[in-house]
């Protein structure tokens, strides 16, 4: 599993003139940072869209799906079933078909090749899982702390922000990471929607290193090398956080 990974790194570091070689070095023979000078003179535009993009998308998939899942878990309006199924569907839709469906909307609203568009589109994909999670967490919180807020006076809205959310730090922090992770992993929207903008993400950039007759495959396993650690990062501060959120609500006392 870690050899595509370290392979990466040694293309990264490997001059352009040595990447035919038969058979190929399995270490950097003649090291050469030309992909990294790429990256820093080219790229960082691309990671710092990549980075609002992915803080975008957090932000409009917990607004969106933590007060979704609060409703589904403990107010139980109708057809609670019915939704917990259609967003186990659309799980299971291919993200092109939702793409085409996305910039078919987005041409006739004019919002094509935007940042704020390619946002929404990639909430989409994380707002089902994330109310999924949130759902499976806030079930479990037992309903006395809820009754004794009602008792005092305060509204279904003033418990869920002030109740509900401090103790769903891990689901949040589990939503978050996930969304985020989507987001900054995007190609198919980012292709799809939002190819001609201004503001492109990591992933676009990495594809505009390969054209029909040349391909600079030491800055493309550069780039992927520097997009690479911010999850990476993330993944390692999280961990903890989101075995909890993960399975939460999985065994019940």
Same mark, same amino acid.
């Given at each position: 599993?870690?050899?595509?990974? $370290?392979?990466? !790194? =040694?293309?990264?570091?490997?001059?352009?003139?040595?990447?035919?070689?038969?058979?190929?070095?399995?270490?950097? &023979?003649? &090291?050469?940072?030309?992909? $990294?000078?790429?990256?820093?003179?080219?790229?960082?535009?691309?990671?710092?869209?990549?980075?609002?993009?992915?803080?975008?998308?957090? +932000?409009?998939?917990?607004?969106? @799906?933590?007060?979704?899942?609060?409703?589904?878990?403990?107010?139980?309006?109708?057809?609670?079933?019915?939704?917990?199924?259609?967003?186990?569907?659309?799980?299971? +839709?291919?993200?092109? +078909?939702?793409?085409?469906?996305? $910039?078919? +909307?987005?041409?006739?609203?004019?919002?094509? =090749?935007?940042?704020?568009?390619?946002?929404?589109?990639?909430?989409?994909?994380?707002?089902?899982?994330? &109310?999924?999670?949130?759902? @499976?967490?806030?079930?479990? !919180?037992?309903?006395?702390?809820?009754?004794?807020?009602? !008792?005092?006076?305060?509204?279904?809205?003033?418990?869920?922000?002030?109740?509900?959310?401090? %103790?769903?730090?891990?689901?949040? %922090?589990?939503?978050?990471?996930?969304?985020?992770?989507?987001?900054?992993?995007?190609?198919?929207?980012?292709?799809?929607?939002?190819?001609?903008?201004?503001?492109?993400?990591?992933?676009?950039?990495?594809?505009?290193?390969?054209?029909?007759?040349?391909?600079?495959? =030491?800055?493309?396993?550069?780039? @992927?090398? %520097?997009?690479?650690?911010?999850?990476? &990062?993330?993944?390692?501060?999280?961990?903890?956080?989101?075995?909890?959120?993960?399975?939460?609500?999985?065994?019940?006392?």
């Amino acid at each position: 599993m870690l050899f595509p990974v $370290y392979w990466m !790194i =040694n293309v990264s570091l490997t001059p352009s003139t040595d990447m035919r070689k038969s058979p190929p070095s399995l270490f950097p &023979v003649d &090291v050469t940072f030309e992909g $990294y000078s790429a990256v820093i003179q080219q790229q960082m535009p691309f990671l710092g869209t990549s980075l609002i993009l992915g803080l975008g998308t957090v +932000i409009l998939t917990v607004a969106v @799906a933590a007060p979704a899942a609060f409703a589904l878990a403990k107010l139980r309006p109708r057809g609670a079933g019915l939704l917990n199924f259609l967003m186990l569907i659309a799980q299971m +839709i291919p993200a092109i +078909i939702i793409a085409m469906g996305f $910039y078919a +909307i987005y041409l006739g609203m004019g919002v094509l =090749n935007t940042l704020p568009g390619l946002i929404v589109a990639d909430s989409t994909i994380a707002v089902p899982f994330a &109310v999924l999670i949130f759902s @499976a967490f806030m079930s479990g !919180i037992p309903e006395e702390l809820l009754n004794a807020a009602k !008792i005092d006076g305060a509204s279904n809205w003033r418990t869920f922000r002030s109740i509900v959310m401090p %103790v769903s730090r891990n689901s949040v %922090v589990t939503v978050s990471l996930f969304a985020f992770l989507w987001a900054w992993s995007d190609f198919i929207f980012a292709s799809t929607l939002n190819n001609g903008g201004a503001l492109r993400p990591i992933t676009l950039g990495i594809y505009a290193y390969i054209g029909n007759n040349n391909q600079q495959w =030491n800055a493309i396993m550069a780039t @992927a090398v %520097v997009a690479s650690i911010p999850a990476a &990062v993330l993944l390692v501060v999280a961990q903890k956080y989101v075995s909890a959120g993960v399975t939460a609500g999985a065994v019940k006392d």
